[in-house]
């Protein structure tokens, strides 16, 4: 069993930076493949970044579009987004997911663990 804690949302003004980070309990977090979702009010929850096993990044197109950057540091058992220039559309809890794969997928069911999510508003 892993337990995820999500960290870093907030409040932040448009064109604003902010970094997510999620922790993983256990020590086997290098084993899995992991994943940023968002889920804005009144819209399904959507697949933003995933990495695999050794690091490789994936990211969705239609979501942020070269403005995050997915990381993770196995020996700190942590798993970050790095948002820059970021929209009003952005608003929306964020969360991170791991699966038991060495290759993320922009699947929400395919995950096998969940962090609590942590809300993200873009406001002036």
């Known amino acids: 069993h892993v337990q995820l804690v999500v960290s870093g949302g907030g409040l932040v003004q448009p064109g604003g930076p902010l970094r997510l980070s999620c922790v993983a309990s256990?020590?086997?977090?290098?084993?899995?493949?992991c994943a940023w979702f968002r889920q804005a009010p009144g819209k399904e929850r959507e697949f933003v970044a995933g990495?695999?096993?050794?690091?490789?990044?994936?990211y969705n197109e239609d979501s942020m579009t070269g403005r995050c950057t997915i990381s993770r540091d196995n020996a700190k058992n942590t798993l970050y987004l790095q948002m820059d220039s970021l929209k009003p559309e952005d608003t929306a809890v964020y969360y991170c997911a791991v699966k038991r794969y060495s290759v993320p997928t922009s699947a929400a069911s395919e995950y096998d663990y969940w962090g609590q999510g942590t809300q993200v508003t873009v406001s002036s």
């Open positions: 990495i695999s096993r050794s690091g490789g990044a994936t």
């Open positions: 256990g020590r086997t977090f290098s084993s899995y493949s």
